[in-house]
Every structure is written in structure tokens, then in C-alpha cells.
């Protein structure tokens, strides 16, 4: 998940783990920084939250989010005969929950 920048960046990551019970973890990962194209001054952040409970033996269920803010690009003014406009702006890339149930054997 998220976005992908090719390495042009500068930030930082924390991640924290959780045992909340025998059968209960949880995770939460905070990633920030900037990217350094098309300019120095744009800002991403995301956010990773997973909480994971055992059901029973060799199957889990576990809740999901993701949230990433950052330089997005949009493709503008698409006529035939002229270039088109690619306009950078920070916005909202990723916004979703996940829930998971998973049995292995």
C-alpha cells in the first residue's frame, strides 16, 4: 500500500507494536517527510493501523486502516494538437479500511 516515490525524499518512520493480550496485537506505523520532486516543499505523511485477534487455532481476524496525504499529479488540459499540464498539489492518496479473516493450515 501507498504511494510510491522513487527515492527522492527526506523523512522519517516510527512504528509501534502492541501486545494487548495472548491472542490480541496490534501495530501502528507513522511515516512523514518530504519529496524532493518536482519541488522541495512537498509534504507526505502516512498512516498504518492493524489490530489482530486469534480466533481460534490457525485463523486470525484482524482490522485494517490506511491513510496517505501527498504529492499527487494530475493530468490537465488534454487537447489534440497542444501538450498537456501536469499540475502537482498535496492531497489525499489513500484512505481505506481492511478486515481480514485468515485461516491457514
Known sequence: TGQAYAYNMKGWLARLNLTISPTTTAWFIY???QTYYPSSDNQ???YWFRVAHTLARNT???FNYF???GPTVQL???VAGSPPTWTWSNQEYMKFYRVELTYSW
Do not use: F, L, P, V
Request: no cysteine.
Open 31 to 33: 511515516d512523514t517527510g
Open 44 to 46: 507526505y505523511t502516512e
Open 60 to 62: 486470525t481476524i484482524s
Open 67 to 69: 491513510y496517505g496525504k
Open 76 to 78: 490537465t488540459g488534454w
